[in-house]
T-cell receptor
Framework: EAAVTQSPRNKVTVTGGNVTLSCRQTNSHNYMYWYRQDTGHGLRLIHYSYGAGNLQIGDVPDGYKATRTTQEDFFLLLELASPSQTSLYFC??????????FGEGTRLSVL | AQSVTQPDARVTVSEGASLQLRCKYSYSGTPYLFWYVQYPRQGLQLLLKYYSGDPVVQGVNGFEAEFIKSNSSFHLRKASVHWSDSAVYFCAVSLNYAQGLTFGLGTRVSVFP
């Protein structure tokens, strides 16, 4: 069964902290995405990738890095977390012909 | 730049009543169009998608949407809602799947018995 798994599901850190959000898909999809969801903004695209080693900038990339280590794994890095990055983060994957499949989200709080 | 407008932030309906959620997009071309649903504490699940063909597209759980090109709209409908349809519904558009989707702000639907 197609799946996108995010970890952790919840994370609390302090301002200036270092956070890594993980996403793994077992769908053999080439495309993977990181979104953040905020009240009043909907979902906004942070970074995306066409395959291992590839990284593309989305609409709200400031303060975020991402890395695609394998076809399955896509990581979102916050090296100096700020309270403005408190959000619900979603990972998604697609084969380029089907609608993206979403994970269940990671809720991040930056204190 | 493309944009999606969902004019209704909240909709309240009685169980068994019909539902229509509005979506208008701004895009210079023929985009892919989507409706997703988000249940509490869950990720987004695809209800239906459209690119071409019959402008009325059927989705899961009795949902359908109608594409009206002249109005740049893609409204979602359901003839008779159930309490389990309480959720947030997102309309989204994309030039192509590879570059990700642009989402509207969502419409929160509350179904009362």
């Amino acid at each position: 069964e197609a799946a996108v798994t995010q970890s952790p599901r919840n994370k609390v850190t302090v301002t200036g902290g270092n956070v890594t959000l993980s996403c793994r898909q077992t769908n053999s999809h080439n495309y993977m995405y990181w979104y953040r969801q905020d009240t009043g903004h909907g979902l906004r695209l942070i970074h995306y990738s066409y395959g291992a080693g590839n990284l593309q900038i989305g609409d709200v990339p400031d303060g975020y890095k991402a890395t695609r280590t394998t076809q399955e794994d896509f990581f979102l890095l916050l090296e100096l977390a700020s309270p403005s990055q408190t959000s619900l983060y979603f990972c998604a994957s697609s084969d380029g012909n089907q609608a993206p499949l979403f994970g269940e989200g990671t809720r991040l709080s930056v204190l | 730049a493309q944009s999606v407008t969902q004019p209704d932030a909240r909709v309240t309906v009685s169980e068994g009543a019909s539902l229509q959620l509005r979506c208008k997009y701004s895009y210079s071309g023929t985009p892919y169009l989507f409706w997703y649903v988000q249940y509490p504490r869950q990720g987004l699940q695809l209800l239906l998608k459209y690119y071409s063909g019959d402008p009325v597209v059927q989705g899961v759980n009795g949902f359908e949407a109608e594409f009206i090109k002249s109005n740049s709209s893609f409204h979602l409908r359901k003839a008779s809602v159930h309490w389990s349809d309480s959720a947030v519904y997102f309309c989204a558009v994309s030039l192509n799947y590879a570059q990700g989707l642009t989402f509207g702000l969502g419409t929160r639907v509350s179904v009362f018995p």
